[in-house]
C-alpha cells in the first residue's frame, strides 16, 4: 500500500510563490496517476492539478491555470506542486492524492477516482 505525504506548506505573502511536495512511500509511485487538490475552510474539496504516469501529461483546474506547476519525479517517488501569483483565495489545506491508473496516459479530476490521499499541508496566503 503506497502512503502519501505532503510537506512544503506554510505562511506565504499574497504575489509569493510556495513549492509543495508529495512523497510516495513505495517504489510502485508510477502506476499512479498523481494529483493535488484542496480545501477551504466551510468550502467542498476542489481540484487542482493532475499529473499522469510519466509525467508527459497534465491538467489543471480553472482557478489555478497558468499560475500553478505539478511534476513528478518517479525515481525520487514524489510529486510537486508549484504555486505562483498567489493570493488569499489560496489559502487551504492542500492534499496530494494517488489513483491507481491502467492507462500511462489517464489524467483523474474527480477525487472519486483517487484511491490514495495524503494528510494535506497548511498554505495561507497573507501578508
Known amino acids: 500500500q503506497v502512503q502519501l505525504a505532503e510537506s512544503g506548506g506554510g505562511l506565504v505573502q499574497p504575489g509569493g510563490s510556495v513549492r509543495l511536495s508529495c512523497i510516495a512511500s513505495?517504489?510502485?509511485?508510477?502506476?499512479?496517476?498523481m494529483g493535488w487538490f484542496r480545501q477551504a475552510p466551510g468550502k467542498e474539496r476542489e481540484f487542482v492539478a493532475a499529473?499522469?504516469?510519466?509525467?508527459?501529461?497534465?491538467t489543471y483546474g480553472d482557478s489555478v491555470k497558468g499560475r500553478f506547476t505539478i511534476s513528478r519525479d518517479n525515481a525520487k517517488n514524489t510529486v510537486y506542486l508549484g504555486m505562483n501569483s498567489l493570493g488569499h483565495e489560496d489559502t487551504a489545506v492542500y492534499s496530494c492524492?494517488?489513483?491507481?491508473?491502467?492507462?500511462?496516459?489517464?489524467?483523474?479530476?474527480?477525487?472519486?477516482?483517487?484511491?490514495?490521499w495524503g494528510q494535506g499541508t497548511q498554505v495561507t496566503v497573507s501578508s
Open positions: 492524492a494517488a489513483g491507481l491508473s491502467p492507462n500511462s496516459s489517464s489524467l483523474y479530476c474527480r477525487t472519486s477516482e483517487y484511491q490514495l
Open positions: 499529473i499522469n504516469r510519466n509525467g508527459g501529461a497534465t
Open positions: 513505495a517504489h510502485s509511485s508510477d502506476l499512479y496517476t
